[in-house]
């Protein structure tokens, strides 16, 4: 490390020092210092130029969750830095560590009306875990330790830091460029519930005659899926997920009961809970989409809760028993509790297994017959159903909250836990799919990565076709083609009386936009010629596009409670 170090330097050594490989960004002028670093300084790092901004945090978003390791992303002063929020804002809801570096006006020149001033500090403060402005070139090494150590610890979230640009030039210390390895990946320095607490949620649990378990992506995010597992054979206990918590238990394990709640969650899969004499929530905040705006679990039913964050807990039921700590920790104690009572359980408990078959049975019943569907337009099902059957087993789907995420939430099917499914639903900004897409790629080179997004999606994010054919990132990426904002339709349609405005768009031929780009594409109108295309996509070594000309949502029976009764 050389004896003289700019700011822009101590930035470079301090993402290296923290272990980060990848980084999401687009330049511009207040960048120029930090750029030029990258490209002098041997750092073994490599940066991913998108063409927009929030592309790069949501790039960002998606590598951290199927890594485990910080996902940072830059973008430049103005614009720039209002365009990369968005996606620390969902990162940080979604318990997501993502580092957000934004470059700005030189400090001297604050006050002036430089071009691109604005006050970053004050825009990110109530929408990220850790914030600050870099007003001294000395303080640099600090601030990326504070935000390291903020974004993995406790309840993982998003930081951001303001870089002027004068300050990039100043000179800084050596002797203090030194980071905390633990904080390069998250959850870092986990803690355990306490153990009292843990004892009396294991009486309780055992004592209860059909508990019901409800995950969120706490689980997945702590690595707690065999924990998980374990507790639940045990208490011989339905599962259940919200869509962050995909993959807790493996789609196709006996007791998964699958995704509940508003988006995903159907009328056999509330019964589910409905049914519960008590509930355990894990890594989840009981929130208006998994409970339906509180009524499964309904008020009268004994919740106990577990997740890193205390300020979830009560904050919706009242709780019989808080855990208050990491997923996988809490989650072990947890079963070594249970398990010293577990002969002592009454021989009446309901019957987990069975609960969960007839469950799925309803479901997938509901789901094959339209499925199997010639139709036209083409049914959405029929897309997860070829998908369930086609991908490998360690494929990662993508998908946008509009049209694909409650298809996708209710019937995809990954054969064994952990990331094989991502989506935002903190906030449910469209446009995620494509650039999270190549995000998990970049992160997990050897999975299948399926990008699937309705046209409205498209449209915001196209742009990004050309980061992956200029990168030859081997997406496979779906667009379901209806020409309307699906979900607001399907929703004019259940509580407006149809009344439909301002929701519908002209078609677009996306295979011809994405060979535009240089990409392969397919479009099919066909049902019967759905099978042949997938399938070549996937054998194809390369991006691939297919354009399915499918049906608007609101004609659809997706599996969303609001519009199902």
Not at 140 to 154: E, H, K, Q, V
Not at 538 to 546: M, S
Request: charged residues 20%; neutral net charge; contains cysteine.
């Amino acid at each position: 490390m050389s004896s003289k170090l700019n700011g822009a330097d101590a930035v470079v050594r301090m993402l290296q020092l923290n272990g980060v490989k990848h980084i999401f960004g687009l330049c511009g002028d207040t960048s120029l210092p930090f750029y030029d670093a990258l490209a002098r300084l041997d750092h073994g790092m490599e940066h991913i130029l998108s063409r927009d901004e929030r592309s790069a945090g949501y790039m960002a978003d998606a590598y951290a969750r199927v890594t485990g390791k910080v996902g940072v992303c830059e973008g430049p002063s103005g614009g720039g830095a209002t365009y990369l929020l968005p996606a620390l804002v969902e990162a940080n809801e979604s318990s997501v560590a993502v580092l957000g570096i934004t470059t700005d006006v030189s400090v001297v020149s604050r006050g002036k009306f430089p071009l691109t001033e604005l006050d970053q500090e004050a825009m990110y403060r109530p929408l990220t875990k850790w914030n600050t402005t870099i007003d001294l070139a000395s303080q640099i090494p600090g601030a990326f330790r504070g935000a390291f150590r903020a974004m993995t610890t406790g309840k993982p979230g998003s930081a951001h830091i303001c870089l002027p640009y004068d300050i990039q030039k100043h000179e800084v210390d050596p002797t203090d460029i030194w980071a905390q390895k633990e904080h390069g990946t998250f959850p870092a320095f986990r803690s355990c519930a306490d153990q009292n607490d843990i004892e009396k949620a294991a009486e309780k649990l055992v004592a209860a005659h059909s508990p019901v378990i409800i995950c969120g992506g706490g689980v997945v995010l702590s690595s707690a899926c065999s924990q998980l597992e374990a507790l639940a054979v045990m208490l011989n206990a339905p599962v259940c997920t919200t869509v962050s918590g995909k993959g807790s238990l493996a789609d196709n394990h006996p007791l998964n009961a699958g995704v509940v709640g508003s988006n995903g969650g159907i009328l056999s899969t509330r019964e589910v809970v409905k049914n519960a004499d008590l509930v355990l929530f894990i890594g989840c905040r009981a929130g208006s989409t998994t409970t339906e705006h509180w009524k499964y679990p309904g008020n009268n039913i004994p919740i106990i809760h577990l997740d890193s964050d205390p300020f979830v807990i009560g904050a919706n039921y009242q709780t019989k028993v808080g855990l208050v700590g990491d997923a996988q920790l809490s989650l072990t104690a947890l079963n070594n509790a249970v398990q010293s009572r577990i002969a002592h359980r009454p021989t009446d408990c309901a019957d987990g297994y069975a609960i969960v078959k007839k469950a799925r049975t309803e479901k997938q019943a509901f789901f094959a017959s339209l499925a199997a569907s010639l139709d036209t337009p083409i049914k959405p099902e029929r897309v997860v159903d070829a998908l369930n059957r086609m991908l490998p087993p360690e494929a990662i789907v993508v998908a946008d909250p509009g049209t694909p995420c409650p298809y996708f939430s209710a019937y995809f099917n990954a054969p064994q836990s952990g990331r094989h499914f991502i989506t935002n639903r903190a906030h449910g900004a469209l446009g995620f799919a494509m650039a999270a897409g190549i995000g998990a790629s970049i992160g997990r080179p050897n999975a299948t990565v399926v990008s699937v997004m309705g046209d409205g999606s498209f449209g915001f994010t196209c742009g990004e076709l050309e980061t992956i054919g200029r990168r030859n990132i081997p997406l496979k990426m779906i667009v379901f083609s209806n020409s309307v904002f699906g979900w607001i339709k399907a929703s004019q349609k259940s509580g407006y009386s149809e009344r439909y405005f301002s929701v519908d768009f002209n078609r677009t031929n996306h295979a011809k936009v994405a060979e535009a780009f240089g990409i392969k594409a397919f479009r099919v109108e066909d049902p019967a010629k759905l099978d042949d295309t997938i399938k070549a996509a996937l054998a194809f070594d390369g991006p691939v596009l297919i354009d399915i000309i499918s049906q608007e949502l609101q004609d659809t029976a997706a599996p969303v409670s609001q519009w199902m009764g």
